[in-house]
């Protein structure tokens, strides 16, 4: 049976052991040492990987009751090995996951309310808390739980037998069976869990509330510790900076700044369909009356203006009006009709025509093609009317 170091001290990680198995799995093998610092996942936390003597360790598990260690090379049974779990990776998770423990602990302190489902990610956990919280409780929540962190409390591990266990108040998510692991924040928190922690609140950082929602009956929170905290703090200033500098706004100014703008692009874009309504009039009116077929060709029409200048077309020419709008992908969307002409009829040989698609009533048909423009006045009669 391996003695699993990080279920006393999660910080400990550099190790000596001695290879007890080694059998090859595929192009992998499956290592179990005498003692391990490899955590092999659980509790919501990911399983670590590291260094293993000269070996990579991919990933680690749980199986049936050891660690197994799944390595990229063989090492040979017996051996004395040195091992190494990556410092970084699991250093940000057990920052993550104490932060974790220490606001359930706190919000149950603070709102008498339970931690009823957690989750990691890599740089963020989330965690659901069964009573509905204001921005204001959230606030005091963070607030009251990086006070935690500054008191650097002591973090320690508690294995107590069935009988001292019915004595003890602590959270946990379900029946537990076997041997129980309590993680004891001093003060703040007795949590059953099995995964590393830090042995010092202190080692936490910080901790920040990104966001919060209503979330079944209760309150999600998205939160980070530590150094992914610092992250995501470097993340959010460095795109502050860059939209102050942007809109030349002061940075405690940036969300004014950008309500402004959206404003004034609001407002832009109000001006903007009023000028092209009545350039569209200004088009209309230059249209002059012919026998044939009338091809225009019309700049950012939208559906209605497209409708608008087919019919003021139709009105004027002896065959049908067609009007063609760049779609913004090198193609057109088009739309024709004609007051003598019955259109759906005309419809296929008309697509066959600029290669496009589409169909509409007798009176006015409608699609897309690629064809390009010389294309498309190649195939209908010399374009008339528009100039
Ligand atoms: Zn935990």
């Known amino acids: 049976m391996t003695d699993r170091l990080y279920e006393k001290d999660g910080t400990m990680l550099d190790f000596e052991a001695r290879v007890l198995s080694c059998e090859s799995r595929g192009d992998r093998w499956a290592v179990i040492l005498d003692r391990t610092s490899f955590f092999p996942g659980g509790g919501g936390q990911e399983p670590d990987s590291g260094c293993l003597g000269s070996c990579r360790v991919v990933t680690c598990a749980e199986e049936e009751g050891e660690v197994v260690h799944i390595t ?4 040979k049974e017996g051996a004395a090995v040195s091992g190494s779990p990556d410092k970084e990776i699991r250093f940000r998770r057990m920052q993550d996951h104490t932060g974790e423990h220490i606001l359930s602990g706190t919000a149950h302190r603070l709102f008498g309310c339970d931690n009823v489902g957690f989750h990691m990610d890599p740089g963020l956990v989330t965690v659901d808390l069964s009573a509905v919280l204001d921005a204001g409780d959230v606030e005091r929540l963070e607030t009251q739980a990086n006070l935690a962190v500054l008191d650097d409390v002591p973090i320690t591990c508690l294995f107590p037998s069935t009988e001292e266990l019915d004595g003890i108040q602590y959270r946990s998510k379900g029946e537990l069976k ?39 009956g209760g309150t999600r929170l998205t939160a980070a510790a530590g150094l992914d905290a610092l992250d995501d703090f470097r993340e959010k200033s460095r795109s502050v900076l860059e939209i102050s500098n942007l809109l030349s706004a002061k940075k405690e100014m940036v969300a004014p700044a950008v309500k ?9 874009r109000r001006e903007n369909a009023e000028l092209r309504r009545r350039l569209l009039g200004y088009r209309i009116c230059q249209l002059r009356p012919c026998g044939g077929n009338m091809v225009l060709f019309e700049d950012a029409l939208d559906d209605e203006g497209l409708r608008e200048l087919v019919n003021a077309g139709a009105e004027k020419c002896g ?14 969307r088009y739309a024709a009709g004609s ?8 419809a296929s040989s008309f697509n066959l025509a600029v290669g496009g698609r589409g169909g509409g009533s007798s009176l006015m048909i409608r699609g897309a093609c690629t064809a390009s423009r010389e294309e498309i006045e190649k195939a209908f009669s010399k374009p008339d009317g528009s100039e």
């Open 72 to 75: 990229d090379a063989p090492l």
């Open 178 to 216: 076997g041997q129980v692991r309590l993680v004891r924040i001093e003060g703040v928190d007795l949590c059953a869990c099995c995964a590393p922690h830090l042995v010092r609140s202190g080692q936490v950082g910080l901790i920040k509330i990104m966001y919060f929602q209503k979330h079944r």
């Open 260 to 268: 402004n703008l959206q404003e004034g692009c609001e407002g832009l």
């Open 319 to 332: 065959g049908f009006c067609a009007v063609f709008t760049p779609d913004g992908t090198g193609g057109y």
């Open 339 to 346: 007051r003598n002409m019955d259109m759906k009829k005309l």
